[in-house]
């Protein structure tokens, strides 16, 4: 089972990213799919996640109303759409799976992980 992040790079502030996590190995349809982030001398932060069986999202306040996760189970990949970037979301962004079929939440227990895509926002 193999996760693959893409999409990171510079952006400055108020501008928008699009993440992509590819999964192989495994169909989605059964997990739940997370995004997590860790900027330097920090925790890892629970970002969004997605049921990929029936389209269920959760996110952490902090990106509510900016960022939206979304699925195309026919490509096994999740999406993370970032809008009106900020500094403070300047981290290495992993994306995460799980077995779940219909609840997911970013502060769960993940067992399968990416290597991660550094998001910068700056001027």
């Known amino acids: 089972l193999q996760l693959v992040e893409s999409g990171g790079g510079f952006v400055q502030p108020g501008g928008s990213l699009r993440l992509s996590c590819a999964a192989s190995?495994?169909?989605?349809?059964?997990?739940?799919i997370a995004w997590f982030r860790q900027a330097p001398g920090k925790e890892r932060e629970g970002v969004s996640c997605i049921t990929t069986r029936d389209g269920r999202t959760a996110y952490t306040d902090s990106v509510k109303a900016r960022f939206t996760i979304s699925r195309d189970n026919a490509k096994n990949t999740v999406y993370l759409q970032m809008n009106s970037l900020k500094p403070e979301d300047t981290a290495v962004y992993y994306c995460?799976?799980?077995?779940?079929?219909?609840?997911?939440?970013?502060?769960?227990?993940?067992?399968?992980w990416g290597q991660g895509t550094q998001v910068t926002v700056t001027d």
């Open positions: 995460a799976a799980r077995s779940a079929y219909y609840y997911c939440s970013p502060t769960s227990l993940y067992n399968y």
């Open positions: 190995g495994f169909t989605l349809g059964s997990y739940a």
